[in-house]
C-alpha cells in the first residue's frame, strides 16, 4: 500500500517535472544557448561566444540597462511616496469609506498597463483630451522620462498602498498603541515602532513594483519610442522585429533583464523572511478609532485626488474615444456616437475575431495552469519525497523572473529548431504555452497556499474513517482548495485574455488577440474601434471574474460551518 | 442647590482618586460597549475587573488609557480631567503617565529587552546612562537583569510578561494597567505570578486596576471587585463581601457561589422555610452547605458526578427543581446515589430580584 502510494507520487512528480522542463525550463536554455551560440537557430554549436563582447561592449546594452534600472528606480520612488502617506491615513485613522477607496485602488490592476498609457496618450497629446477641456498641453511631460515614470506609479502604487496599510494596521494597533501609553507622542510612535515594523513588508512590495516596472513593456514601448527612450524589454523588442534582427543581442538582453529581475525578488525573499517579525496576523485587529478631525477635508480631497488620477482619467479618455465618431471631431455632442460599438459587432476590421480568439484561448491557458498548478502544489506539498521538489518548485517560479517578451524569445528559439519533428510554432498552441508559462507562478502560488492551509490531519481524519487515499484528496482536499484554484484560474484567464507584447511576437501569421488588435489599431490611427474594444475588454474582465468570485464567496459562506479550517 | 452639592462633593471624591470614571458611556456604532460606568480607585489600592467575555473589560482599559475615546462621560487619571467629549477633552495617552500590562505582551520585536523597558524613560528624555540604569533595575525586579541584551522573542512567555510588567513600573508610573496579564500562561507559572505581582504593587505602593477573568487571581490581588456584565458594573465590593452578599443572583452565578433558586423553587425544595415576602430568588451558598444522611432533611440532591481532586472530592448534585450545585466531599460519593444537604437557614441570600431562566 505505501509503496503504491509512494510509486504514485512518483510518476506524479516525475510527469510535473517533466512537463515543467518542457513548458519553463527548455525556452530559458534555449536563451542562454542563443547567447553563448550565434548560430544555434540553425541547430549549430559554432562560434561560441563571438557576439558576446561585441553586444556587451555595445552602446545600446549599457544604455538600455541604465535606463531600465532607472526607470524602476524611479517609479518605485514615486509609488512609494504617493501610496505610503495614503496607506498611513488608511490604516491608522478612521477614513469615511476605507473599503471604497480600496477598491477604487484595486481597479488600477483591472487596466493593462498599456491600455491605461494609450489612455494617457489621448489625453495628454497635442490636442488630446485635456487641452481641449483646459487649453492646457502636457504633450512635453508625457513623452518624457517623468513622464513614463508617473504613468508607470499610477499604475503599481496599489502594491505597495496594500501591502503597508496592512502592516501599518496591524501593528497600530497591536505595537505603536503601546508606545503612545509609553509616552510616544503620534510622530515618534510613528518613527519609531510602526515604520520600522513595517519596514519588511513595504521593501518588498518596494522590490515587486521594480520587478513590474523593468518587465513592462506597453508603457515605455508607447512613450519611449517618442523621445528614443529604450529600456531593456524595449530593445529585446527591437531587436527581434526590426530588420535586422539580431537574436544573440536580444538573448543577451534577455539574460540582463533575467538577471536583474532574479536579483529583485532574491531580495524580496531575503528581506521578507529575514526580517519578518510576524506582526500581520495573528490576533484580529481592532478598526482605529482615531479621528482624522480638521484633517479630513485634506485627507479626503488627496484620496479622491489619486483614485481620479490613477484610474477615473484615463478610464474616462478610453471611454470618450470608444464614444467619439472620429478623433478629429474632439469632445463634442455631436461626434458621440455608438458607431465604434456598432462597428466591432460587424466584425470588419476583426475586432470580434480576435476578442473571440483570446477569451478562447484565455480559457485554455486558464485550464491548462490551473490543472499545472494542483499538480505542483500536489507534489510539493503531499509528495513523499523531497527530491525534485526545490527543483519543481523553482522551475514553477522561474517565470516571475521573466517578462512576456523574454518568454516569447525563448518559444521562438524552441520551436523553431530544425530538428524538431512537430512544432506548435505558428498554431494557437503556442500562445496557449506562451501564456501559460508567462502566468505560471499565480497558479502555483495560490494553490500551494490552499494546501498549506488544509491541515494534514483533515486528511488522516478521512483516512481513519474509511476513505481511500483517492477518494480523501476527492472528497476532502479538492473541496477545500477549489475556491483558491478558481480564483487563481480566473485571474490567468483576465491577464492572459489582454496579454501584449509575447502576442504581439508569437501570434500566428494573421490571427488577432485582444492586445495585439487594440496596438495596432492604435498605431495605423484608427484608434476608436481599438479603444472600443479595451473598454469592452476592461468590463468583461474585470465583472466576469468579480461575480463569480462573489458568487463562489456567497456560496463559501452559506457552506462555511460545515467546513470551516 | 442638593444638586449641586453633590456634584462638587463627586468632583472633590474623583480629585482625590489615582483612577476614575464617571457616567461613562462608549459606542461603535450602533453597539453600546459601555454603558454608564462609574469608578472611582484610590491612590495605593488595587482594584480588580472582572467580567465575562465580551463585557466591555478590556474596552474599559482602553478608555483609561487613552486608546480609545469615549462617547460621553468623564475620565479622571490621577486626580485631572483628562477625557470629557461634553467639553471635548481628550488627553492623548502619553500624556497620562500611566502603565500598562497587555494580554499579548506587546513588547516590541524590534527592539531589545532592555530597549522595551528603556523606552517610556526614553520619551521622558532621560539620558542613556541613567535610563540604562533604570531600566537594569526594573528588570532585576522581575528577576530578568540577565536579559537585557536579548530580543524578546528569545524569551518564554512568562519571562515576556515579566519584560512587560517592568517595562510597565520602569517609567515610574504610580499607576498600573493590567490587561489579564496571565491569560496566555499556564496555571502553575499563573500562580507564582499572582503572588509576584501581588508582591511588587505592594512593595512598590503602586494603583493597580487589574482585568482578569479568573476569579480566584481577582480575590488574591485585590482590595476591591468591580463586576461587569455587557458594559455595566453591577457591583464593586471588596472580595468578602462580594462572596458573602452577591448584589443579585447574577453576580452569584457568576462567581459561581452556589445554586441561585427562584422563590417558587426554593418554596418547593425547602418545604419548612419561610420565604420572605419580596423575595424572588435565593443563593444557596455552597460552602455554607454540608452533606447529612437523608433522614435529617428535607433538602435532598441527587449525586450525578464525583470527581476527585487531589485533597478532596468535588460532587455535581441536581437539585429537586432541576439545578445544579457543586460543592465538596471529603469521600466519595457514587453518582446516581440520593443524599440529604443542609443549609442553616441564616445562610440563605435573598434576592428581590428574580432570577432570569
Ligand atoms: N473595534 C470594535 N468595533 C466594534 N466592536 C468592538 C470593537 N472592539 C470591541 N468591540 C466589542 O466590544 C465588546 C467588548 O469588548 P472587550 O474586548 O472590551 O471585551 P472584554 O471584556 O475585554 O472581553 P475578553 O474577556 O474576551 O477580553 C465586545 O462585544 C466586542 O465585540
Ligand atoms: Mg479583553
Known amino acids: 500500500m505505501a509503496e503504491r502510494r509512494a510509486a504514485v507520487s512518483g510518476v506524479t512528480t516525475a510527469l510535473t517535472t517533466a512537463a515543467l522542463i518542457v513548458v519553463v525550463a527548455l525556452p530559458f536554455v534555449f536563451i542562454v544557448l542563443q547567447a553563448i551560440f550565434p548560430d544555434i537557430g540553425a541547430g549549430s554549436f559554432s562560434r561560441p561566444f563571438e557576439h558576446l563582447g561585441a553586444v556587451l561592449k555595445s552602446e545600446d546594452f549599457a544604455t538600455q540597462s541604465a535606463n531600465s534600472l532607472i526607470l524602476g528606480a524611479g517609479v518605485v520612488l514615486t509609488s512609494a511616496l504617493i501610496a505610503t502617506p495614503l496607506a498611513a491615513i488608511r490604516a491608522l485613522y478612521r477614513l469615511p469609506g476605507a473599503l471604497i477607496w480600496d477598491l477604487l485602488f484595486l481597479v488600477p490592476f483591472m487596466i493593462p498597463p498599456y491600455i491605461a498609457t494609450l489612455g494617457w496618450v489621448l489625453s495628454l497629446q497635442p490636442a488630446g483630451y485635456l487641452q481641449q477641456l483646459t487649453g492646457i498641453n502636457l504633450a512635453g511631460f508625457l513623452f518624457s522620462l517623468p513622464g513614463i515614470v508617473f504613468v508607470m506609479a499610477m499604475h503599481t502604487f496599489p502594491v505597495i498602498y496594500f501591502a503597508a496599510s496592512r502592516s501599518f494596521a496591524a501593528i497600530g494597533a497591536r505595537y505603536s498603541d503601546v508606545s503612545r501609553v509609553f509616552g510616544a507622542g503620534p510622530g515618534r510612535a510613528f518613527w519609531r515602532i510602526t515604520l520600522p515594523l513595517a519596514t519588511p513588508a513595504v521593501a518588498a512590495s518596494l522590490l515587486l513594483v521594480f520587478a513590474m516596472t523593468i518587465e513592462e513593456y506597453g508603457t515605455p514601448a508607447v512613450l519611449g519610442a517618442r523621445f528614443d527612450f529604450d529600456v531593456l524589454v524595449t530593445g529585446i523588442d527591437t531587436s527581434l522585429s526590426d530588420w535586422p534582427i539580431d537574436l544573440p543581442k536580444a538573448a543577451l538582453l534577455s539574460l540582463a533583464l533575467i538577471a536583474l529581475s532574479l536579483a529583485a525578488f532574491g531580495f524580496q525573499r531575503r528581506i521578507a523572511t529575514a526580517r519578518d517579525f510576524d506582526v500581520v496576523g495573528g490576533k484580529s485587529t481592532r478598526a482605529p478609532q482615531r479621528n482624522l478631525g480638521i484633517w479630513r477635508g485634506p485627507a479626503l480631497t488627496l484620496f479622491a485626488l489619486v483614485a481620479f488620477v490613477s484610474t477615473g482619467f484615463p478610464l474616462l479618455a478610453i471611454l470618450a474615444t470608444a464614444l467619439s465618431r472620429t478623433i478629429s471631431g474632439g469632445l463634442k455632442p455631436s461626434n458621440m456616437g455608438f458607431e465604434n460599438f456598432r462597428a466591432i459587432m460587424t466584425d470588419s476590421s476583426g475586432a470580434l475575431s480576435a476578442m473571440g480568439t483570446s477569451f478562447g484561448l484565455g480559457l485554455v491557458a486558464a485550464i491548462v495552469a490551473g490543472f499545472f498548478g494542483i499538480a505542483i502544489a500536489y507534489v510539493t506539498t503531499r509528495g513523499g519525497s523531497g527530491r525534485g521538489r526545490s527543483l519543481i518548485d523553482a522551475l514553477a517560479m522561474l517565470p516571475n523572473a521573466a517578462p512576456g517578451v523574454v518568454v516569447a524569445l525563448g518559444l521562438i528559439l524552441l520551436w523553431n529548431q530544425p530538428a524538431l519533428p512537430v512544432t506548435p510554432y505558428n498554431t494557437l498552441g503556442i500562445l496557449v504555452l506562451a501564456y501559460v508559462c508567462i502566468l505560471l507562478p499565480q497558479p502555483v502560488r495560490y494553490t500551494v497556499a490552499a494546501f498549506q492551509q488544509v491541515n494534514p490531519s483533515l486528511e488522516a481524519a478521512a483516512r481513519v474513517h474509511g476513505a481511500s487515499a483517492t477518494r480523501t484528496a476527492w472528497r476532502v482536499l479538492v473541496p477545500l482548495v477549489a475556491p483558491s484554484v478558481l480564483a487563481a484560474m480566473l485571474l490567468v484567464f483576465t491577464v492572459a485574455a489582454r496579454e501584449l507584447v509575447a502576442s504581439l511576437l508569437v501570434a500566428p501569421v494573421g490571427t488577432d488577440t485582444i492586445g495585439t488588435y487594440v496596438w495596432r489599431q492604435f498605431d495605423q490611427g484608427s484608434i476608436g474601434e481599438g479603444m472600443a474594444v479595451a473598454f469592452l475588454t476592461i468590463i468583461a474582465t474585470t465583472l466576469v471574474p468579480l461575480g463569480i468570485l462573489s458568487a463562489l464567496r456567497k456560496v463559501e459562506r452559506s457552506g462555511s460551518s460545515a467546513t470551516n479550517l | ?357
Open chain 2, 1 to 357: 442647590m442638593l444638586a449641586n452639592l453633590k456634584e462638587t462633593n463627586l468632583r472633590a471624591a474623583h480629585e482625590d482618586a489615582a483612577l476614575a470614571v464617571r457616567s461613562l458611556r462608549l459606542s461603535y456604532g450602533p453597539a453600546e460597549i459601555l454603558r454608564g460606568i462609574d469608578l472611582s480607585l484610590a491612590p495605593g489600592k488595587a482594584l480588580a475587573l472582572l467580567g465575562p467575555s465580551g463585557s466591555g473589560k478590556t474596552t474599559l482599559l482602553r478608555v483609561l488609557a487613552g486608546l480609545e475615546a469615549p462617547s460621553a462621560g468623564e475620565v479622571f487619571v490621577h486626580g485631572g480631567c483628562v477625557a470629557a467629549p461634553a467639553r471635548g477633552l481628550f488627553l492623548p495617552p502619553e500624556r497620562r503617565k500611566l502603565g500598562m500590562v497587555f494580554q499579548d505582551y506587546a513588547l516590541w520585536p524590534h527592539m531589545s529587552v532592555a530597549q522595551n523597558v528603556g523606552f517610556p524613560l526614553e520619551m521622558q528624555g532621560i539620558g542613556r546612562a541613567e535610563r540604562l540604569s533604570r531600566a537594569q533595575a526594573a528588570l532585576a525586579r522581575v528577576g530578568l537583569e540577565a536579559m537585557g541584551d536579548r530580543r524578546p522573542s528569545a524569551l518564554s512567555g512568562g519571562q515576556q510578561q515579566r519584560v512587560g510588567i517592568a517595562r510597565a513600573i520602569a517609567s515610574g508610573a504610580r499607576t498600573v494597567l493590567f490587561d489579564e496579564p496571565l491569560s496566555n500562561l499556564d496555571r502553575e507559572l499563573r500562580e507564582s505570578m499572582v503572588d509576584e505581582i501581588a508582591g511588587l504593587v505592594a512593595d512598590l505602593g503602586l494603583t493597580a486596576l487589574y482585568v482578569t477573568h479568573d476569579h480566584s487571581e481577582a480575590f488574591s490581588l485585590a482590595d476591591e471587585v468591580a463586576i461587569l456584565r455587557e458594559g455595566q458594573i453591577v457591583q464593586a465590593a471588596p472580595p468578602e463581601i462580594l462572596v458573602d452578599r452577591p448584589a443579585n443572583p447574577w453576580v452569584a452565578e457568576f462567581l459561581r457561589l452556589g445554586a441561585v433558586l427562584s422563590a417558587d423553587a426554593a418554596r418547593a425544595v425547602l418545604r419548612d422555610l419561610a420565604v420572605p415576602q419580596m423575595a424572588k430568588a435565593v443563593l444557596l451558598p455552597r460552602r455554607d452547605i454540608r452533606i447529612c444522611g437523608t433522614s435529617e432533611t428535607s433538602l435532598r440532591a441527587r449525586v450525578l458526578r464525583c470527581l476527585f481532586r487531589g485533597d478532596d472530592y468535588q460532587l455535581a448534585l441536581a437539585l429537586p427543581d432541576g439545578s445544579e450545585i457543586q460543592i465538596s466531599a471529603a469521600s466519595r460519593i457514587a453518582p446516581g446515589q440520593e443524599i440529604g444537604l443542609h443549609i442553616a437557614p441564616e445562610a440563605l441570600r435573598w434576592f428581590d430580584i428574580p432570577k432570569r431562566p
